[in-house]
């Protein structure tokens, strides 16, 4: 696949999806996964390994900001979720990681058409229902531990496969099963999703890896984290500016849309190898 290496267009793409993810309170990555495969031309293996050090660029840039508004005092009670979740999401991000890496492209890109779509049908639920504070889970610390733990074997296998923080599914399991208040969610989202992608990059650097290559860092990877950030504080300025519950559902459809655009035409594996 001959990718394309134009800086100010990484840029411009990384900005665009960033704004959008700030305007909706997340990083975007879903967005840009597509647009690394359909505009950049990588391939999908190489795609998640890129988006996954742009998340990580994302996060490590907002949560300074993000500390600010949510004291640690307002995370501190529900540390055993975070941790149960963190247990759970970074032990499943090392093992996504490694089948990542020995699966072929045609069923790599199948699994994350279907995962792009369950996200953005996902995003198309939260807008038309408000997730209110309800708390599902017992009150106990060994229960709180379990139930958080699942939920990071799923978050952390979407997080190695996708190369996204995965706060679309954080964020509302510790509204509906947590009861917490949607604000300190964000936060905790962030504290689950940083170490969970930087376990699956240790996966992502062997020999080989496109992360290891001096060009993809300078014409892709780098401007596309730039424009990300910047897209990502535009956004969060712009906050008031478009409904959020309007948002969310046209924002999920064209997901959708675009996942199905961009992955329902891989090439076969066979026939590649057969020429």
Not at 118 to 138: D, K, M, N, Q, S
């Amino acid at each position: 696949m001959n990718r394309v290496r134009k800086p100010a267009l990484s840029f411009g793409i990384g900005a665009a999806v960033g704004t959008a993810g700030g305007l909706i309170g997340l990083g975007g990555a879903e967005f840009r996964l597509p647009a690394l495969m359909g505009v950049l031309r990588f391939s999908p293996r190489e795609a998640v390994a890129v988006n996954l050090v742009a998340s990580f660029i994302v996060l490590a840039a907002a949560f300074p900001f993000r500390a600010a508004s949510v004291p640690l005092a307002e995370i501190l009670p529900h540390l055993p979720a975070v941790l149960g979740m963190l247990a759970g999401s970074m032990s499943a991000a090392w093992v996504g990681a490694g089948w990542l890496r020995r699966a072929s492209d045609r069923l790599l890109g199948r699994l994350i058409l279907i995962l792009l779509v369950a996200l953005g049908l996902i995003l198309v639920a939260e807008g038309l229902f408000v997730a209110e504070p309800t708390r599902l889970v017992g009150e106990g610390l060994i229960e709180t531990v379990l139930v958080a733990a699942i939920c990071g074997v799923v978050i952390g296998l979407v997080s190695s496969l996708l190369g996204v923080a995965g706060g679309e599914l954080i964020i509302p399991a510790f509204i509906l099963l947590f009861g917490v208040d949607v604000k300190v969610a964000g936060s905790m989202s962030m504290l689950v999703g940083m170490p969970t992608i930087a376990v699956g990059l240790l996966r992502h650097f062997g020999p080989g890896s496109v992360l290891r290559e001096r060009e993809v860092w300078r014409g892709t990877i780098l401007p596309l984290g730039a424009g990300s950030v910047v897209g990502a504080i535009l956004g969060a300025l712009a906050l008031g500016l478009v409904p959020p519950r309007a948002l969310k559902i046209g924002l999920g459809i064209i997901l959708i849309w675009s996942a199905w655009g961009v992955f329902r035409h891989l090439p076969d594996d066979s026939a590649r190898k057969g020429r």
